[in-house]
């Protein structure tokens, strides 16, 4: 008897087309096809800490041809601190790396030095404030992107990614997020089941990001306020977007994912500051609480916290009229029940894999419906949660809000006052 949806067949389809892809990668690095016939493929990275390191490794891992030719950050030592660890034989990719002392590039300007050194492709992993102007010089430079998550912190920010994403797909320029979970073969053959009706219409989707605090660089003498906010950029509005948009961006994404990227119409969210209280903490929140809803009535329960001492627990679930699918496990339970049994890969080095595949080939991939709503949904949840309002899409698209200084100087700069709903307003 015939399988009725072969569920398992999702994850066929998606172990298939991700060796496919790998496939046409090294068949197109046999037969040199990229840009006039160069086989080298030069790496520019911007932003040097662990997440711009990380990516760097795997961009060189992903293309043998791959060259990493520029560095860019605001700060000489984290530059030099990456580097180095580039440099370790123990990465794979240390013969890969040909930074000269021309190539590294510090201050607020290195972005554009970097896109003006000659490279084909820029990683883009500098804190997300920044992500708008260098995408926005990038695409202009005719260069593919790799751009970390979220891109932007406001939605000045996501208007202008949405504008520059456009022009890419006109320049036949590649634009792969940093949404990882998109690339991971395990999740794909999830979301392939679920559209194809393994829970039947989704009712309700759970998202939940519970997890300890983050890192912060106690304040050094000769540090300006601009220097001390940059070095702890994950604890102030202006820099990060606050968690709801710097991390939980991973499980809202998701959950725009369930509904085939449509957006929501309307979010209400709550949330606060209680453990994370001082002046060290920036002027973020510690822990969020938004429902979104879509036009056919489907919610998403979303909740995020980071808080030390307390259970942790990060795990999306979606519920249908037929199942529920236990995202992170990759099973669906109900009517008919299904579980992926491929391998879930690595999605960091997939997304690498995946985009320089698409430069040498020469057939762009273009993330930027999702990554651009999916910031947006995480903005209008935080802008929500900050007012105590009711924000709707179109308000949240339309906002007015820039939280980006004008000018980005190393001197004073006040610590912005924690929101407080019901007296911030909305803006």
Not at 105 to 117: L, P, R, S, T
Not at 160 to 178: D, F, I, P, Y
Not at 189 to 214: C, K, N, R, S
Request: net charge neutral; with cysteine.
């Amino acid at each position: 008897m015939a399988e009725p949806f072969s569920f398992s067949s999702a994850s066929r389809r998606q172990f298939l087309q991700a060796s496919a892809v790998t496939a046409a990668g090294q068949l197109a690095l046999s037969s040199g096809a990229f840009a006039a016939g160069a086989d080298e493929i030069k790496v520019g990275m911007v932003g040097c800490g662990g997440r711009g390191t990380g990516a760097a490794v795997q961009a060189l891992k992903a293309d043998k041809g791959a060259r990493l030719v520029a560095m860019g950050d605001a700060f000489g030592d984290r530059l030099e601190s990456s580097l180095g660890s580039l440099k370790n034989p123990g990465n794979g990719v240390a013969e890969q790396v040909a930074v000269d002392s021309d190539h590294k590039f510090v201050g607020f300007d290195a972005y554009q030095k970097v896109i003006d050194a000659g490279v084909d492709v820029v990683l883009l992993t500098a804190p997300p404030c920044f992500r708008p102007k260098h995408i926005a010089a990038a695409v202009e430079a005719g260069k593919h992107i790799f751009a970390e998550k979220p891109i932007a912190v406001d939605a000045a920010g996501v208007r202008s990614v949405m504008e520059t994403c456009a022009k890419a797909k006109e320049k036949n320029l590649s634009v792969v997020s940093g949404l990882c979970w998109r690339y991971h073969n395990g999740m794909r053959a999830t979301f392939d089941a679920i559209h194809a009706g393994g829970v039947g219409e989704i009712q309700t989707i759970q998202l939940t990001y519970l997890t300890g605090t983050l890192k912060q660089f106690p304040r050094q003498e000769g540090w300006s306020d601009m220097e001390w906010q940059m070095r702890n950029w994950q604890h102030f509005l202006w820099s990060s977007g606050d968690f709801n948009v710097e991390q939980h961006i991973h499980s809202l994404d998701k959950g725009l994912w369930a509904m085939k990227d449509e957006a929501p119409v309307k979010c209400t969210g709550v949330g606060g500051r209680q453990a994370r209280t001082g002046p060290e903490s920036g002027n973020v929140y510690d822990h969020f609480c938004v429902v979104y809803e879509w036009a056919n009535g489907t919610k998403a329960f979303a909740a995020c916290r980071q808080m030390d001492g307390c259970s942790n627990d990060v795990s999306d679930h979606v519920y249908g009229t037929k199942g529920v699918a236990n995202v992170f496990q990759h099973r669906i339970k109900g009517e008919t029940d299904w579980k992926f049994k491929g391998e879930g890969g690595d999605m960091y080095q997939i997304e690498h894999n995946e985009l320089f595949a698409s430069v040498r080939s020469g057939k762009p991939i273009n993330n930027g419906d999702y990554m651009c709503k999916s910031t947006l949904m995480a903005i209008m949840g935080r802008q929500s949660a900050y007012t105590g309002k009711t924000i709707s899409w179109e308000q949240a698209l339309n906002s007015k809000e820039d939280l980006v200084p004008a000018k980005l100087e190393w001197t004073s700069m006040p610590v912005a006052p924690v929101p407080t709903p019901g007296v911030t307003q909305f803006v």
